[in-house]
């Protein structure tokens, strides 16, 4: 099975900073990769497929990118709503489509 | 508006059975793989099962196999998944997702919470 492993686990920055999560698969997935979000208490929900596709709705500030391995997610600056955990998924065609262990973002 | 409803989740012990429902609405229920993932307490997200439109297609992660079982009654609109032998490591919020081919999981119920407990 494909591993994925995000870094770091956790992060506090300032409002405003830009902030960057990485996820890493084991094995090329192309770019068949996915980021949520999942704010405290709430369910998760859809940030950006297709490695670097917005879902409709999120800020431009959310940004992924990446190919075959290794991905990124980027906030450009980041704001007190952004405070959550981000997970990424990966969905090629071979199950399980499996997250990676998450990333916690906080406020410094 | 399109809607996901988990329910069936509760108390069970080491060994016992459990059925969870997601009904759904608000979109044609037919035309999506539809997946399960849950989340144990303070931890991440485990997806645990999908299955195809028309149900055909079923795939598991390692340590539910055999256990669980996942279905879907389209004429109802409603997804299930069958969870048997159920263990204290499967405690968790238990959600329901529409899946988009090669595009991730776009909406999620509110889940339903499973405590396997004595």
């Known amino acids: 099975d494909i591993q994925m492993t995000q870094s770091p686990s956790s992060l506090s920055a300032s409002v405003g900073d830009r902030v960057t999560i990485t996820c890493r698969a084991s094995?090329?997935?192309?770019?068949?990769l996915a980021w949520y979000q999942q704010k405290p208490g709430k369910v998760p929900s859809l940030l950006i497929y297709?490695?670097?596709t917005l879902q409709p709705g999120v800020p431009s500030r959310f940004r992924g990118g990446g190919s075959g391995t290794d991905f990124t997610l980027t906030i450009s600056s980041l704001q007190p709503e952004d405070v959550a955990t981000y997970y990424c998924q990966k969905y090629n065609s071979a199950p399980p489509l499996t997250f990676g262990g998450g990333t916690k973002v906080e406020i410094k | 508006e399109m809607q996901l409803v988990e329910s069936g989740g509760g108390l069970v012990q080491p060994g016992g059975s459990l059925r969870l429902s997601c009904a759904a609405s608000g979109f044609t229920f037919n035309g999506y793989w539809m997946t399960w993932v849950r989340q144990a307490p303070g931890k991440g997200l485990e997806w645990v099962a999908n299955?195809?439109?028309?149900?055909?297609?079923?795939n598991y992660v390692d340590s539910v196999k055999s256990r669980f079982t996942i279905s879907r009654d389209n004429a109802k609109n409603l997804l299930y998944l069958q969870m048997n032998t159920v263990r204290v490591e499967d405690t968790a919020i238990y959600y329901c997702a529409r899946e988009r081919v090669m595009a991730g999981s776009d909406y999620w119920g509110q889940g339903t919470l499973v405590t396997v407990s004595s």
């Open positions: 094995q090329d997935i192309s770019n068949y």
């Open positions: 297709a490695a670097s």
């Open positions: 299955i195809n439109q028309v149900g055909s297609e079923k």
